[in-house]
């Protein structure tokens, strides 16, 4: 079946070391990506990928980067983990903006320690 | 500013009875998508249905049904024959122009 897949599923690092989250599909879409969804919150758009073209939320932290080194991939880097960024990350993809329907993946939830 | 509000933080139906979860929103365009999307405890955010702003038939899907009043700028879900597996939390969404803009969530727990 085709889908969005998130890797891994939970993980865990410690305050201030660098970690990297990954982020698949198999839908072949043009778009993906990344939202953070603290506890009890709504999830909130860090950035997203139109095929290649980059596109960062005004209020996203710089220490929030993301790579997509092709259609399939995309990954989220946190380059200095700190206690406030312990949330759900979540990936999703659309066939377009605008209107297309975002499908997302199962989340990887991230511990800081 | 486009704002999405759920008024309701939690909602209580027995098995097999019908609930609406209210989805208020608030947007000076003209064209725009509204969503509403499950999240079962295990984190993972589910499509339930779509309505686009210019479509004039609400849309339904299996026991999804979306409650679609433009004037009002209301878009309510309505699960029938509510079952177990239905308790998550529902997340009712905006998408203008590239984002999806979420509400609050409100939480539905399906009892036998």
């Known amino acids: 079946d085709a889908m969005v897949i998130q890797n891994p599923r939970y993980q865990v690092t410690q305050f201030g070391k660098p970690v990297t989250l990954s982020c698949s599909q198999t839908?072949?879409?043009?778009?993906m990506y990344w939202y953070q969804q603290k506890s009890s919150q709504a999830p909130k758009l860090l950035f997203h990928?139109?095929?290649?073209?980059?596109?960062n939320e005004a209020d996203t932290p710089d220490n929030f980067q993301s790579r997509r080194p092709n259609t399939s991939f995309c990954f989220l880097d946190i380059r200095s983990p700190g206690l406030g960024d312990a949330a759900m990350y979540l990936c999703?993809?659309?066939?377009?903006?605008?209107?297309?329907?975002?499908?997302f993946g199962p989340g990887t939830r991230l511990t800081v320690l | 500013a486009q704002k999405i509000t759920q008024t309701q933080p939690g909602m209580f139906v027995q098995e097999k009875e019908a609930v609406t979860l209210d989805c208020t929103y608030d947007t000076s365009d003209q064209s725009y998508g509204l969503f509403w999307y499950k999240q079962p405890s295990s984190g993972e955010m589910i499509f339930l249905i779509y309505q686009g702003s210019y479509d004039e038939q609400n849309a339904t899907e299996g026991r999804y049904s979306l409650n679609f009043q433009k004037a009002r700028k209301s878009a309510n879900l309505v699960i029938s024959a509510s079952q177990l597996g239905d308790s998550a939390m529902y997340f009712c969404a905006m998408i203008r122009p590239d984002k999806l803009i979420f509400g609050t969530g409100t939480r539905l727990q399906v009892f036998p």
């Open positions: 999703a993809t659309s066939r377009g903006l605008y209107t297309d329907t975002q499908y």
């Open positions: 839908l072949n879409h043009n778009v």
């Open positions: 990928y139109y095929d290649k073209d980059f596109n």
